[in-house]
């Protein structure tokens, strides 16, 4: 046990966020990190996970990831400091389904990151920002009719601009009323996506499956 002691202390004197000297580190000790005790053991295995986001090796990640998640569950004793290190291992697990545009997978995280701590605002902020860019995505149609709108407006300013003003003063008032129109509904109808995306958003996060 002294000499596993040992490695406990040489990981301790790592450099902060020397993610390369933790990866080789635990490869180098992983029989002997797995005989230390418990919480130490989770501490230098949480360093790995991290050091495995760092270095994108993302498939590594999910793998090593699940393993501990599954010795934390399966171990006798759930206390504060193991409960921390559990946490932070699911959330680089959601980071790393971010950083591979698997954002369904860190939604669902994320939604399960709130649900174990619902008092942490980063959690919740993070997975809002999720859910809105996902509603935002489904309502392609949408955006597209507020586009086109803003463009009417656009081509009814240039014919007012370079045709109706200079040539037909008497159409002016129409022209400025079917622009102002186009623009108003375009910009309304943003206003109304831009809410019903917040809403739900806000809906899945009081309410997460």
Do not use: C
Not at 14 to 23: G, I, S, T, V
Not at 119 to 128: G, V
Not at 147 to 169: C, D, Q, R
Request: charged share 25%; hydrophobic share 45%; aromatic share 20%.
């Amino acid at each position: 046990m002294p000499e596993t002691r040992t490695v406990y202390l040489q990981f301790k004197k790592l450099p902060q966020k020397a993610y390369y000297e933790y990866y080789f580190f635990y490869k180098a000790h992983r029989l002997e990190i797995a005989q230390l005790d418990f919480a130490e053991y989770i501490e230098i295995k949480h360093d790995f996970i991290k050091a495995l986001y760092f270095m994108d090796e993302y498939t590594s990640l999910h793998k090593e990831a699940d393993l501990l998640l599954e010795e934390i569950l399966n171990h006798e004793k759930f206390e504060e400091s193991i409960r921390f290190f559990y946490l932070e291992t699911i959330f680089w697990k959601a980071k790393a389904y971010l950083n591979s545009n698997q954002n369904k997978k860190a939604i669902l995280i994320y939604k399960e990151l709130v649900k174990l701590v619902p008092e942490d605002k980063k959690y919740r902020r993070t997975l809002f920002s999720l859910l809105f860019q996902q509603n935002y995505l489904k309502e392609k149609k949408g955006l597209a009719v507020v586009v086109l709108l803003l463009l009417g407006a656009l081509f009814f300013n240039a014919i007012l601009i370079f045709y109706i003003i200079p040539f037909y003063t008497e159409f002016r008032t129409y022209f400025e009323i079917i622009r102002n129109s186009f623009f108003g509904i375009g910009f309304l109808l943003f206003l109304f996506l831009q809410t019903r995306h917040i809403w739900n958003a806000f809906k899945e996060i009081k309410a997460p499956k």
